[in-house]
């Protein structure tokens, strides 16, 4: 291991911010086509090169006429003047028109050498070749003049600008067909992790492999920010191939971002390039998540570490790199970045440090912004779809109060608290009754975990399995049954007849975890069965290989039966059917959807029970689902 | 003309909206990778097709063990355990752990069979060929098993998910790496003027040509909606090529826009396709602007008609078909798409329909946002750029009264109020000096509407260049000098010598526009020039050929002359030095940056005071510029 220069005090956030901001990531100038510039930011000012319009302009159609022949003509006693031609727009006029004389024309026509004025056609009358003007002129009537709109010269648009469509229409008025833009910092995202898989590849689960969330996540991240993404994928365990990936990386790009890598050859690899071709300016923030956080440079490239957990990694982004990336860019940060609310629950904390803490964002009753803490606990990928942005908590903070007023810093601007929030059993009919709601949230948690943050005024809605215990008041929104059992492999080879076959033969049972509702459907039926066999409940649980051997959610032990891992797994019969598993059935159980009172209400809580009383279709096309409540 | 079928009675503007929404703009659904996935919308609902993580995990390093070894171990009596072997993540294990064994282990490796828990290294030491573990474990510890984060089943995202970051996180630690998602409507944008020329073609201002500004506006708007557009110029005054084009747009795209044409051929054009091929839904809408609007369909595509004004044809389609496209895109109403303010004036209104008014944005003093209505006598393309948006005025409100709020809907979301909003002279050190402030609005008006805008509380800041009659109160926050005089030809053909060469000899004069402060130093010096000739003024002016041909801003004479259409202009000599035309001085005049006294401590306003402070480089740089007070 080379050796480490030493920063013994964690940086400040404001000393991470400094360090950062002195890095150098802005590109040149290029560019692109009109087409292209929407959202791009402008480079250099742009004074008009011509005149608009580029002629003296008719307004109207009518009549293009020299104003002092219209002096003191009327209603009653019109100017008469001869017609001697037209003008029509888009055409050189081939008329000039002198006293006495007047020259059809239309609406955005050049105006033809020797008129004045225009007048409106309905001001007008012909007889023969006579135009009858019924109102008297000034010059300049119903002209645009050449210059009145835009003059050349003048400042059209400043450096800096950002292009929408109004200033796409002034450059279209200009002529202006390629347009100098602020260049896109280009942003390498290198992936450090031995186990990382590009999306799409093979996964190999008995290695130990994994996705590659972060490169991906903060791709986007970079993308929304205005700069350029680029992935360096690293190829394997080499500590070479890393390192050249990294120069690579570097050279190319104007910042270079890895997150945390669990393998510390990885970190050595990257100690090692930032000494020799770069700086290490700082080293260790003291914020939480992102105590990790390297800043350096890395030969003309900046680079910036992030840890490695994702929703860390997408909060040190966002709130150190991405507003380096926009400075770059010289995009504004978006309106709607931020919201504030109240907090939902109390949160107690007490490191000493600013914490960025995850929050999602729920609606009460009343349409009132509600933020809560997102609980890491759910695991990585899920807390990273729950948290809608992060809120700081200052060092000095012990805890923020339920009720109490934070500001929630989103991930991306534009995002919204779901329309209803639910929490409870995973269930394939609810899945798809959720695809009825707009922008629900959803966490498969168990019915337990469901009832309890419905308790804690954190969920709108509670789907549980377990009988109501009455502990939390709820309102019922509407309910379903499914049948469940034990999946076994196809054809039932063990001739499993039910739970006594878990008991009595030597078979290999999964279970699920205890928050799961078809969990307390187990063990009531092995009660049950105890009292049928005179004996504890304790004893057959004993006697079952496996019923601590627990998995989350509903495919899961069809999944483990069907790998060869296990001869049994808890289950629905929807499940077995779905994946083409046997099925021995054990009971019926009630699928409840229950709201917090007071959230009852709630637009989308009513959408979701009405996609619940309209969900026959769904419920037909399940196997074992019905409506009858057991 | 073909018989056009009769709407007599307008229509609504809620029946408007319907028949928007009555057209299927809606697209198929395509398929996008990972990579160009963020900000499009998913098109049906995502399961997860396998766990995450794929294995049981170590979530720390340490070593795997068999927890039930460890039961009772403490610091000061630890369990003793045979070290068999090692495991690296992203690699698959080759040792198993039996009873009174232990294998090292590194965060994210997969757990070996036959352990069932991980202790941290932290609670252990090694002696040997042994791993004590001073701590005691239960199953499970410091274990993520298989599915814990996201099971393979579970519901991962819902149709109708606007995929950000988070998002693309997800689907990367699913594997997906292409992602189903709604396809974007593609609209096409007829050109139908005949003087339409595309930017960046040469544009024949003799024959009335002007840049088409509409359909790049409008297909700006359509990108920013989440459509896809397509521009269709066509080619020259030909009705059944024009036809040709309508039929093709309607063949390739969902929805065909085309803008209010001069022409009537067009117009009768686009009637008898709508005839032939589809069908007219309404025609002429009870709002301004916006009466003409056209709704209707051609073959299977949608069709609407967009009025010509540029700001009317953003309004309408900023109301009524931005909402349609977004709808079919599935992408939300942006935030931050209003902002409310108060009146910064007062507008009264009459007509009896409901108005979309166009209003910029200015911040008073305090940070409050002022909305002003933004004069359609500015000229198409400035009241374009200056209207940040729209103001919804019912049909029966007679006024909105100063300080009454009002929503504006923006034109693009993330549009703010300038920093500083000036309004005066057209000058070339301004222009630069300007570059210098972030996001000012500066109107080259003239001295006189800066300073009546000043006065009624719409422009921070007025830029003159008349003396100081007293009459608006304001703060001086900065001034230059700039000599002035006649822009002549190169070498100065006619021998101009002076004002005295107006009146004298037969030359034709370019004057500017009344509300220009350089106009008023020439009629206060003509009036010098009398006085020493004992005549009147009027005399002179009378004596001037073009005294009264007057231009806008300050490089329109000087390009007159140069373009031969006059021998002597008013104007700078940086202007005639920029453009190579020959100068005569008269005088010296003073330019003043005036701020209201309200306004002056503006921050933006306070830039644009330090930026002239410091302009001592812009007025080296530019011939006849000065900061000694004239």
């Known amino acids: 291991m080379t050796d480490r220069k030493e920063f013994r005090d964690l940086a400040s956030p404001e000393a991470a911010h400094e360090a950062i901001a002195s890095l150098d990531l802005a590109p040149g100038t290029e560019t692109v086509s009109l087409a292209e510039a929407r959202g791009r930011v402008l480079a250099e000012r742009l004074d008009a090169a011509l005149d608009v319009p580029g002629f003296d302009r008719a307004s109207v159609d009518g009549y293009a006429v020299r104003a002092h022949d219209t002096f003191g003509a009327d209603e009653a006693d019109p100017a008469r ?6 003008v029509h727009a888009g055409v050189e006029p081939d008329v000039t028109v002198g006293d006495g004389e007047a020259a059809e024309i239309s609406t955005g026509a050049v105006v033809p050498d020797g008129a004045d004025a225009v007048v409106m056609v309905e001001r007008t009358d012909t007889e023969g070749d006579e135009v009858l003007v019924r109102t008297s002129l000034a010059p300049g009537d119903r002209i645009m003049f050449a210059g009145a709109d835009v003059a050349a010269g003048e400042r059209a648009l400043g450096p800096g600008t950002e292009i929408t469509a109004r200033e796409i229409g002034l450059l279209s008025a200009l002529g202006v067909a390629e347009v100098p833009v602020r260049g896109r910092p280009t942003v390498g995202i290198v992936s450090t992790g031995d186990e990382l898989v590009r999306p799409g590849e093979t996964l190999d689960s008995d290695a130990g492999q994994i996705y590659d969330v972060n490169s991906y996540t903060v791709a986007a991240g970079v993308e929304a920010a205005g700069g350029e993404a680029r992935l360096y994928p690293h190829a394997g365990d080499d500590r070479a191939e890393m390192e050249r990936v990294l120069r690579e990386a570097a050279d190319e790009c104007d910042l270079v971002l890895s997150s945390g890598s669990t393998s510390a050859s ?20 003291a914020v939480k998540p992102g105590k990790p956080m390297l800043v350096g440079t890395l030969g003309g490239s900046a680079y910036v570490g992030l840890p490695g957990y994702p929703v860390s990694a997408l909060t040190i982004f966002r709130t150190f790199v991405a507003p380096a990336i926009r400075r770059a860019a010289g995009v504004p940060e978006p309106e709607g970045a931020t919201v504030t609310g109240a907090m939902a629950v109390e949160e107690r904390y007490a490191e000493g440090r600013l914490r960025y803490m995850p929050a999602g964002l729920v609606e009460d009753g009343d349409g009132n912004t509600l933020v809560y803490p997102v609980d890491k606990g759910s695991g990585a990928t899920t807390s990273l779809v729950e948290a809608d942005g992060v809120v700081a908590v200052p060092p000095d903070t012990e805890y923020l109060a339920k009720g109490e007023t934070v500001e929630v810093q989103l991930f991306a601007p534009d995002v919204r608290a779901p329309t209803v929030f639910g929490v409870g059993e995973d269930d394939p009919a609810l899945a798809r009754l959720l695809d009825r709601v707009e922008r629900p949230r959803y966490l498969g948690q168990g019915s337990r975990p469901g009832l309890r943050r419905v308790r804690d005024g954190v969920a709108d809605v509670a789907v549980t399995s377990a009988p109501d215990d ?26 499993v007849e039910g739970l ?49 051997r627990a998995v989350r959610a509903h495919e899961s032990p069809a999944r483990r039966v069907l790998a060869g891992k296990a001869d049994a797994g808890l289950g629905l019969r929807a499940t077995a059917d779905a994946l083409d598993a046997g099925f021995v059935p054990v009971g019926t159980e009630t699928v409840r959807v229950l709201a917090a009172p007071d959230r009852a209400d709630k637009p989308g809580v009513r959408r979701l029970a009405a996609a619940v009383a309209d969900g026959g279709d769904v419920f037909d096309a399940l196997a074992g689902y019905g409506t009858d409540k057991a």
């Open 500 to 548: 006594g076959s878990l008991v009595d033969d030597d078979l290999r049972f999964v279970n699920r975890t205890t928050d799961s509702g078809l969990r307390t459907s187990l063990s009531n039926t092995l009660a049950d069965l105890a009292d049928e066999r005179g004996v504890e409940r304790r004893d057959l649980v004993e006697a079952i290989d496996g019923f601590d």
């Open 470 to 495: 009455g502990r939390v008041e709820t309102v019922e929104l509407g309910a379903w049954t499914r049948e469940w059992g034990l999946v076994v492999p196809s054809g039932n080879p063990d001739g």
């Open 81 to 86: 003047l001869d017609l001697v031609g037209e």
């Open 266 to 285: 990885a970190v050595d690899v990257i100690y090692r390039v930032i000494e020799e071709r770069g700086d290490l300016l700082l080293h260790g923030v």
